[in-house]
């Protein structure tokens, strides 16, 4: 027997057995669960970090809007390593406090008029209530706003099947500048992306 075939055997046994869960024994759990990993994640980031993942070139092209070519912002889009790495880890490490699957999503605020919010690391589920695909930019978030303007947590669940908790990011100063998304879903999709 093949080692993919075996290890595909012990998943589905342990996911039958209750030795992997897919979600929280409940819905009020996964929300104390979330809230829990944003209260840690909101000391644990590094919002100085954080500030110096986006490069000032790539920030050039989220701003500028070519209509010969639409996707120029993603297409030029990079990251200083050293920082989108250190960050990355700590946000797969977060997701780890629950033995259910969780993403730890950094977003962004951009200083454009109107206000506009970019995600900054989607994590490996990629779930998100929030994030479009092929989206870098969005419009600003209600929801975030709120985050930014007061520093308090905020459990969201907008989209059927999801819950999310937004937490603030702080720099060194105690500014605010970002937050996390901590998400997951009431009854997860095992096969979602398997197509």
């Not at 840690?40 to 590094?46: G, L, N, Q, T, W």
């Not at 639409?70 to 297409?75: F, L, Q, V």
């Not at 998100?128 to 975030?144: A, C, K």
């Not at 969201?156 to 998400?183: C, Q, T, Y």
Request: include cysteine.
């Amino acid at each position: 027997m093949s080692p993919a075939v075996r290890y595909a055997l012990y998943l589905s046994a342990a996911f039958s057995l209750g030795a992997i869960s897919l979600s929280a024994a409940s819905k009020a759990k996964l929300e104390r669960d979330l809230d829990q990993i944003g209260r840690v994640a909101s000391v644990m980031i590094d919002g100085d970090i954080c500030q110096h993942i986006v490069t000032p070139r790539a920030m050039e092209y989220i701003f500028r809007k070519d209509p010969r070519d639409p996707y120029a912002d993603g297409d030029n889009y990079d990251v200083d390593d050293e920082s989108f790495i250190r960050i990355k880890k700590t946000l797969i490490r977060l997701s780890q406090l629950a033995d259910y699957p969780v993403d730890v999503n950094l977003w962004m605020p951009l200083n454009a008029n109107p206000p506009r919010i970019h995600i900054v690391i989607r994590n490996r589920y990629e779930m998100s209530q929030f994030w479009v695909w092929g989206n870098l930019t969005q419009n600003m978030f209600p929801e975030m706003r709120s985050v930014l303007d007061t520093g308090k947590r905020l459990t969201v669940e907008h989209k059927p099947g999801f819950v999310s908790v937004l937490a603030p990011v702080r720099n060194s100063l105690d500014d605010i500048v970002g937050l996390v998304e901590v998400v997951s879903r009431t009854e997860p999709d095992a096969r979602e992306n398997v197509k």
